[in-house]
């Protein structure tokens, strides 16, 4: 019985959220823009720069870092990242700022995919693929131990890490950068979550990705639509399943891959079917989903950013990842014209205002867990 009244108080709440009442401007955009992850230009920031007013006049959500400026010079060192002293100082400006918890996000993955790297002065580790070989729970922890540490002395609270996808190394994207931990769901699972646990331990979120699955992906979704729905199979949501069921995923990102296996219209990002039936419904996660970046070709090639946008909350996501560092180019006030698009939205009723409340409890309750460690 008691079982009964819990998942009917889950449902009304739910519901309640749905159609909750339309909040005055001021905090619609202040809750817009918290479903927002954005990037920024430059390794130091004083007021009046595009990181100071993304902070202290949108109040976004999260920063999310680079080294290099893929919309510049593409050198190393060109973009958020130089040395772990000028790190420490930028981040600490930037929590100085916020007069909310404000997340700073990072690539920190381990081997190839590191925005702190030893030319800075951060200690190497090796890939996942690596550790998932050897398969030892202390040596998984520890090297992750190593990363997670750096991570916080730096200021970064948020991980874009670990990667949940099987491993095949004809994938474009993951399998051949030695990004995946391994081929079944048990190891991979175990290695991600033992990983979790030890960025959660110095106070540093992490995103398990890409949803449903990126292993089997041959092309790259940063250069166009990837169709999936000939390789992809079922078995690549268990890693995902397992690490929900065992509290190893606070944040999830989707891949936007098309697959009409789960949705034949729609690809990942954009899909109700694949967020909410499949991620939210049959999964049951209750985390915050969080796109990869939304400028990515795989994603604009197809559909206006309007459209875009309003299609992603509409499927379940929750903070839409723009990272301004992609082959569309950096534009300074990208930010305030998506904060635009998705209040104007609202207000005409192509995106239930519920979506907007949903998205910032779960932003909200992500935080908590970073003050309550």
């Known amino acids: 019985m008691k079982k009964i009244f819990l998942t009917l108080a889950i449902v009304l709440t739910a519901a309640n959220s749905l159609f909750a009442a339309l909040p005055a401007d001021s905090v619609l955009r202040r809750q817009a823009a918290r479903m927002l992850m954005v990037g920024f230009r430059g390794n130091t920031v004083q007021p009046g720069c595009d990181a100071h007013r993304y902070v202290t006049d949108l109040k976004v959500g999260a920063l999310v870092l680079f080294d290099v400026d893929l919309t510049g010079s593409g050198k190393l060192g060109s973009r958020n990242i130089t040395s772990k002293k000028q790190l420490a100082t930028m981040t600490a400006q930037l929590h100085e700022w916020a007069d909310y918890p404000l997340l700073i996000a990072a690539d920190q993955e381990g081997g190839r995919v590191a925005r702190l790297k030893p030319k800075y002065g951060f200690k190497k580790t090796p890939t996942p693929e690596y550790v998932g070989k050897v398969d030892r729970e202390d040596t998984t922890r520890h090297y992750a131990r190593i990363l997670a540490e750096e991570l916080a002395q730096s200021g970064i609270n948020l991980n874009l890490a670990p990667v949940a996808d099987v491993a095949n190394p004809k994938c474009a994207a993951v399998g051949r950068y030695g990004r995946c931990y391994g ?7 175990r290695h991600a979550g033992w990983f979790v646990d030890e960025n959660q331990r110095q106070g540093v979120l992490c995103t398990v990705k890409h949803f449903p699955g990126h292993g ?3 092309d790259d979704t940063h250069y166009g639509l990837v169709d999936v729905s000939n390789a992809w199979t079922r078995a690549e949501l268990e890693p995902f399943q397992l690490l929900i069921k065992r509290n190893k995923a606070p944040f999830i990102m989707t891949a936007h ?3 009409n ?3 034949p219209n729609y690809p990942a990002t954009l899909s109700r079917k694949t967020l909410t039936d499949l991620l939210r419904g049959e999964l049951k996660y209750d985390g915050v989903i969080v796109t990869d970046d939304m400028y990515m070709q795989g994603i604009i090639d197809t559909y206006s950013i309007e459209r875009a946008v309003v299609m992603a909350i509409n499927a379940g996501a929750d903070m839409l990842c723009v990272g301004n560092n992609i082959s569309t180019g950096y534009e300074p006030d990208r930010p305030y014209r998506l904060v635009d698009i998705i ?3 609202v207000k005409e009723g192509r995106i239930p205002y519920g979506r907007i409340y949903e998205a910032n409890r779960r ?3 992500a935080c908590r867990r970073l003050r309550n460690r």
Do not use: R, W
């Open 183 to 189: 081929t079944d769901a048990e190891t991979i699972a």
């Open 216 to 218: 089997n992906a041959i």
């Open 257 to 259: 891959l098309f697959n």
């Open 261 to 263: 296996n789960i949705d």
């Open 343 to 345: 209040v104007k939205a």
């Open 363 to 365: 932003i909200n309750a």
